[in-house]
């Protein structure tokens, strides 16, 4: 029996980024692809360091006030420019539509939603455990 062997970034390479001469990588190629899901990733990227450095999520302090949702969108997307810097991405930038909906999304858990994912990650654990079938090898955006 033979055992299949998975080699996955760690964390810390997945938060500090590379450049595409460096093997990380190209941001720019990525967002020009239609069908990429990177512009979502770049933002919830960006959703997460607004978190560490506020020590809230984007929208969740703003309730129904416009100027505090302006406020939160403009440094959700400062944010994304330092990620975007990160990956020493020329030209490129965060579509201003998906920071607007990160923003009203407010840091929301949907109990489906939950319930879903939590799911499908024991069900990768049971996999990783039983050494039967193979886990995800990418990013699951749902």
Known sequence: QTCEVFSFRTIEDELNPCS?????????EECSDEDSLIQWYLALRAADRFREDQKHWPGAMCGDEESALASD??????????ILEAYKAEGVSIDPKMIEEIVRYGGAEIHTTSSLLGGI???????????QYSPLNNTLIY
């Open 20 to 28: 595409p001469e460096e093997g990380g990588l190209d941001i720019a």
């Open 73 to 82: 969108v403009a440094g959700l997307t400062q944010v994304a420019s330092r």
């Open 121 to 131: 990650a024991s069900q990768e654990v049971v996999k990783l455990l039983t050494k």
